[in-house]
């Protein structure tokens, strides 16, 4: 069965950085992609971006461009998500998502990032 | 940058049917997904590519588009239908995502 885990909690500081893991089971890894969303606190989803785990492309929110990479390691069956120079308003629950058709089908079970001085 | 609106709330009473809708510029050319989200998880896909359930999805849930307007429709309404609603698409590019801001529905 597909399974999407992720790693746990965090704890940041103003400024530091970030990155959460996302290891695939149960599909052909490179077949599809994963997309990152976020949820800040009582609020809605946020797509924060995507990666094709075949080749590597990426696109990301506008928003995030220069803040976020996301990568992939097809040796683990694995996807990261880095975001540096946190601020306050990036405290969320972070998912992972598989990505293809259809869309998002698959989510991890998510990982929340807390970011507090 | 764009954006999918979807009303904040809909109420119905059990067995009743409940619309949410979700309207973007995009919408004519690119798909509509849909997913439910309950308290403290994470979300489940109830409709892709605006219409398609995916297996395990109750046939009551059903999904329409139509010019700029997208549409989630639950016929006969439950009680443990009521959960926060996001439609999902892409700007007219395809490569950036946006998600609704989200409906949540109350059943009682």
């Known amino acids: 069965q597909v399974q999407l885990v992720q790693s746990g909690a965090e704890v940041k500081k103003p400024g530091a950085s970030v990155k959460v893991s996302c290891k695939a089971s149960?599909?052909?890894?490179?077949?599809?992609?994963i997309s990152w969303v976020r949820q800040a606190p009582g609020q809605g989803l946020e797509w924060m971006g995507w990666i094709s785990a075949y080749n590597g492309n990426t696109n990301y929110a506008q928003k995030l461009q220069g803040r976020v990479t996301m990568t992939t390691d097809t040796s683990t069956s694995t996807a990261y998500m880095e975001l540096r120079s946190l601020r306050s308003d990036d405290t969320a629950v972070y998912y992972c998502?598989?990505?293809?058709?259809?869309?998002?089908?698959?989510w991890g079970q998510g990982t929340l990032v807390t970011v507090s001085s | 940058s764009y954006e999918l609106t979807q009303p904040p709330s809909v109420s119905v009473s059990p067995g009743q049917t409940a619309r949410i809708t979700c309207s973007g510029d995009?919408?004519?050319?690119?798909?509509a997904y849909w997913y439910q989200q309950k308290s403290g998880q994470a979300p489940v896909l109830v409709i892709y590519?605006?219409?398609k359930r995916p297996s395990g999805i109750p046939e009551r849930f059903s999904g329409s588009s139509s010019g700029t307007m997208a549409t989630l429709t639950i016929s006969g309404a439950q009680v443990e239908d009521e959960a926060d609603y996001y439609c999902?698409?892409?700007?007219?590019?395809?490569?950036?995502?946006?998600f609704g801001g989200g409906t949540k529905l109350t059943v009682l």
């Open positions: 999902y698409s892409t700007d007219s590019s395809g490569n950036h995502g946006v």
């Open positions: 590519e605006d219409s």
């Open positions: 149960g599909y052909t890894f490179t077949s599809y992609g």
């Open positions: 998502a598989r990505a293809g058709s259809p869309n998002f089908d698959y």
């Open positions: 995009a919408l004519p050319k690119k798909y």
